[in-house]
């Protein structure tokens, strides 16, 4: 039995040994290195000059924290936002397909098209919707991308993110056992407490595999950045100093570091994670 | 009675304002991709009263482009998520039905694999394809995203098939079952709506995947992500035939799944499959 | 459905496009801007005179098409055999000796037909490296109504104490209307861009003969006190994410009284179609303090072969139409004049039909004259280019740097400040490069 498991998982395991091990390799290789796209004649071994130079930037620690905090937010935003749209959603019989594809619909549009149209149609202060909006209650148009640029990116990340997390804890909670909700009931217990008694314990396991699936996703979010603020100060995260390091500096010595320095804090990341909701993801 | 009725009356009334609400950047997406350029810019923003005009799509669809993309982004996310699905359904089954004391370390390790930023590996895969001649090929590009999206196919796989009851495999095992026949005849067809939604949350993570069909192909494989980036960001105006493109991308996606709904509902479920 | 997931991967391998057998294909990487596209549909014009040449075309938006571009070319993956680059990347890549030559295309190419400054922008040390198909300068664009209204009068070549007064006093928010549109999305080719056309006017330069960030210089100061204090004041709000396309779009809905940028916007305000105010719309000369330089800049797209590429004399042959003087009579004679592309030929501007036409064609050729890639700047540099510095660092300094001065025009740093972090991170970084120890 043991061995034909085995046997079963290799090529998975394969495909995946070399997709990430040799990219790995060959990137902690070309972060010793001195390799500059644009100019001529380097390529020399320097050693750990690449991870000095990127750890002693004064913006690199605010990066790591902007990572945290973007992560966060957008989990957050998603799961709650999501758990309160599954839990509407859940009551509704009628046109339930057509509510589910409107719900679901963000999750299709290619991230940096979504962040443009966010940006430019609607939180533009000038001619933004959520301008028109604001001049009708007389308020003065928020100014998104200046003031709070690293929360206006979590906004719509966390938009782009709500869909796939209200699917997945909508159809936990429709084969929410419906007998011993309704024993429940009959006790007398107020839905407040069925909601926190038991509920909430039953999703633990799909909210558990939400917060895993979308934190993979968010380390290495940049596009959006990119195509929004340009990764100025206050929202440029570590994702995207790598981009920035590959893209606009072309020093692919100081990317390859980054990019390794990334590996490591989202393993370390991943660590604490695990810690908090491992135990919900075994059966 | 009354008091439930009300409520449901409430909570239908209060899903559909949401629903409208997390759709309404897309749908006003939609309604911008029938104006000109110079409605699509204007303050007040108008919702009824303009001329509505189809020249955007005449665009965006003359000369054919789109559908080479169209057909290029269908077989780069179809054939990337069938590969992964197939090299994923084997090792799942592994897992979920043949555990040991490696499996929950497997498993971490696969998540693992996607925590390198893919713009950082940009350049030794770049090589390694210009060597294998890989560069602007529809397999190169689905064999990469394969390998990116397998972690996640395994992980929900591993996730449906815990919930089938090992029982009922057990039960054909020793009714003689060979393990073909214990895949094909008795775990696909429980697991099927699982399978369905795993291959079309791949499906739309590839379709999607806007950095290595970017950076992988230039003419032959490009896909309706580098359609899009032609229409991104030019010198002028063009909001509105960057919402008609964008709408002509989200169509396919959005049109396979009202078609396999319940299929795919049924196989988000880790809950019970009685 | 499972039949249909098998068919799949065969399908795949077999979507290789069929080799036509005699002829010889070019992959062209290009811009998403109108000539550009305009210069792909004309292809086919081109294929219909030229049977043995094939063309395959990849447009993109300018950011991606660069990093695309740069990538295949650094580590010679040979994907395009005609690559669309800008005056920025001439100098940088041709030292790299990734380009090839371009000083034997043929004499109906017309070399010397170029106007001197683009010329210069595609020359490195002699060579000719790129064929340029558009070029571009500044110029001031500004609502005749709301002056008139005012009372005001452009004179004919405006300061900044001018414009920057006459916007405070047409600032009119609760109307829609703002004094004063500038560039002041953070990056090299955005907010820098116009930000270091300003230092030059104020006698500022980039680095000195040291190379040595001049961020601490009166000049300097001047220059951001100036554009800060006018955007905060008599900016939009929202400034800081506004880049050319998104003033462009707020002139044409009449938001901008004042607008400082570049003279591709022109032909989109001339035009009813594209523009609200093109009735009303003026232009003067960028802005000139005296002091020996004016806020001009040169820009220009042009057409370079890979060095690597064995496609070479097919693409000096599309090269020489696309970028020849008959190209512009072809668009002519299709679209029209307007259409054609700026900015490159003294044959286009000395032609009476295309004046006639483009009322806007004095003003562009008298902006691009102006400008000197060579020598940008009042004090004597080390470097080339106007509202860039053509070294593989910039891309990286001038972002960093941008986003520092977009960061005081959001109010979250003060003037002072911004120019102090400026130059040390560039001095960091130009150290780190190895420029200086």
């Given amino acids: 039995m043991r061995g034909r498991g085995r046997l079963l998982v290799s090529p998975a395991v394969a495909l995946l040994l070399v997709s990430s091990i040799l990219p790995l390799v060959a990137t902690i290789w070309f972060s010793l290195i001195d390799y500059r796209l644009l100019v001529p004649g380097t390529g020399r071994f320097v050693g750990l000059a690449n991870y000095v130079h990127l750890l002693t930037d004064p913006s690199f620690g605010p990066t790591l924290v902007n990572t945290l905090l973007l992560i966060g937010m957008v989990l957050v935003v998603s799961i709650v936002g999501g758990l309160g749209m599954a839990l509407l959603l859940e009551r509704v019989v009628l046109g339930r397909g057509v509510l589910r594809l409107l719900v679901i619909s963000p999750f299709f549009v290619m991230p940096p098209v979504s962040a443009l149209l966010w940006k430019n149609l609607l939180m533009q202060p000038v001619a933004g919707f959520f301008a028109w909006v604001s001049s009708l209650f007389g308020l003065r148009a928020f100014d998104w991308f200046a003031r709070a640029p690293l929360a206006s990116i979590g906004l719509i990340v966390s938009w782009q993110w709500l869909p796939f997390a209200c699917l997945i804890l909508l159809t936990s909670l429709q084969s929410f056992d419906r007998e011993q909700r309704e024993a429940a009931q009959l006790d007398g217990a107020s839905a407040f407490v069925i909601f926190r008694q038991l509920v909430i314990p039953h999703l633990a396991r799909p909210i558990a595999i939400v917060v895993m699936m979308e934190t993979i996703f968010l380390l290495s979010l940049f596009a959006e950045i990119f195509v929004t603020t340009g990764g100025g100060r206050g929202s440029s995260n570590l994702a995207f100093l790598v981009y920035s390091q590959a893209m606009v500096r072309y020093d692919v010595g100081a990317a390859s570091a980054a990019g390794i320095v990334a590996v490591v804090f989202a393993n370390v990341l991943a660590f604490f994670l695990v810690r908090a909701v491992g135990r919900s993801l075994d059966a | ?274 | 459905m499972r039949s249909v997931w098998m068919l799949l991967p065969a399908l795949m391998l077999a979507g290789c496009s069929p080799h036509r057998t005699g002829q010889t294909i070019l992959t062209v990487a290009t811009v998403n801007n109108g000539d550009m596209v305009r210069l792909k549909e004309l292809g086919k014009e081109f294929e219909r005179t030229h049977p043995g040449i094939h063309l395959k075309w990849l447009v993109l938006e300018e950011n991606v098409l660069r990093q695309r571009v740069t990538t295949d070319i650094a580590i010679r993956g040979g994907q395009y055999d005609v690559v669309t680059i800008g005056a920025y990347e001439i100098p940088v890549w041709a030292k790299q000796k990734w380009l090839a030559s371009l000083d034997d295309l043929p004499p109906s190419y017309r070399k010397d037909d170029l106007l001197p400054p683009i010329r210069a922008a595609v020359t490195y040390q002699g060579v000719q490296f790129a064929a340029p198909l558009n070029g571009e300068g500044t110029v001031t664009m500004y609502r005749t109504d709301l002056f008139s209204k005012a009372g005001l009068t452009m004179p004919a070549t405006p300061t900044w104490e001018f414009l920057t007064q006459a916007a405070a006093k047409l600032n009119d928010p609760s109307h829609g209307v703002y004094g004063l549109c500038l560039r002041g999305k953070a990056g090299w080719g955005e907010n820098m861009a116009t930000i270091m056309t300003m230092a030059n006017s104020y006698g500022a330069r980039f680095f000195d003969e040291k190379w040595r960030p001049q961020f601490d210089t009166p000049e300097w100061r001047r220059t951001i006190a100036t554009y800060v204090t006018a955007l905060r004041q008599s900016g939009p709000p929202g400034a800081v994410a506004n880049g050319f396309n998104e003033n462009l779009a707020m002139f044409a809905q009449g938001k901008c009284a004042i607008w400082f940028d570049s003279t591709v916007a022109l032909p989109f305000l001339s035009d009813p179609k594209t523009s609200k105010v093109a009735a009303s719309t003026g232009f003067a000369p960028a802005p000139d303090e005296g002091l020996g330089r004016a806020a001009n800049w040169l820009w220009t797209w042009g057409l370079a072969i890979p060095a690597s590429s064995k496609k070479a004399a097919a693409a000096k042959i599309f090269i020489e139409w696309a970028a020849g003087p008959g190209y512009a009579k072809l668009v002519a004679s299709r679209d029209g004049w307007l259409a054609v592309p700026p900015g490159t030929r003294k044959s286009l501007y000395d032609n009476p039909d295309y004046r006639r036409a483009a009322p806007f064609a004095a003003i562009t050729l008298r902006a691009i004259s102006a400008a000197n890639p060579n020598d940008p700047a009042v004090k004597h540099v080390p470097y080339v280019g106007v509202q860039y510095v053509a070294i593989p660092e910039f891309q990286g300094i001038g972002t960093e740097v941008g986003q520092q001065f977009a960061a005081a025009v959001a109010g979250q740093v003060s003037a002072e400040d911004a120019l102090a972090e400026a130059q040390a991170a560039t001095k960091r970084q130009m150290a780190a490069a190895g420029y200086y120890k």
């Fill in chain 2, 1 to 274: 009675m009354h008091r439930g009725r009300l409520s449901t009356i409430g909570a239908g009334a209060g899903a559909w304002l949401a629903a409208i609400a997390i759709a309404f950047p897309l749908l006003w997406a939609l309604l911008t991709s029938f104006k000109t350029e110079l409605e699509a810019a204007a303050y007040p923003p108008s919702f009824v009263n303009f001329s509505w005009t189809l020249d955007n799509y005449r665009a965006a669809l003359g000369g054919g482009e789109y559908f080479a993309a169209l057909w290029n982004s269908l077989l780069i996310a179809g054939g990337s998520s069938a590969l992964a699905l197939l090299v994923a359904v084997p090792a799942a089954w592994a897992m979920a039905f043949a555990p040991t004391r490696r499996t929950r370390g497997l498993l971490l390790w696969m998540l693992s694999t996607k925590m390198l930023p893919p713009v950082g590996v940009l350049i030794p895969i770049y090589l390694f394809y210009r060597d294998w001649n890989l560069l602007d090929t529809v397999s190169g590009v689905a064999i990469l995203l394969a390998a990116g999206n397998l972690p996640i196919a395994v992980w929900m796989l591993f996730s449906n098939f815990k919930e089938v009851p090992a029982e009922i495999l057990e039960a054909a095992r020793m009714d003689g079952a060979l393990l073909l026949q214990e895949l094909g005849l008795v775990l696909a067809p429980m697991a099927l709506p699982g399978l369905a939604s795993t291959f079309f949350l791949i499906f739309t993570l590839a379709w999607n995947e806007s950095f290595w069909t970017l950076n992988l192909t230039s003419t032959d494989a490009a896909p309706l992500t580098a359609f899009i980036a032609a229409f991104s960001s030019p010198q002028g105006l063009f909001w509105a035939q960057l919402s008609a493109v964008s709408m002509l991308s989200v169509a396919p996606v959005l049109a396979i799944g009202w078609l396999c709904q319940r299929q795919l509902v049924r196989g988000l479920t880790f809950g019970a499959v009685k």
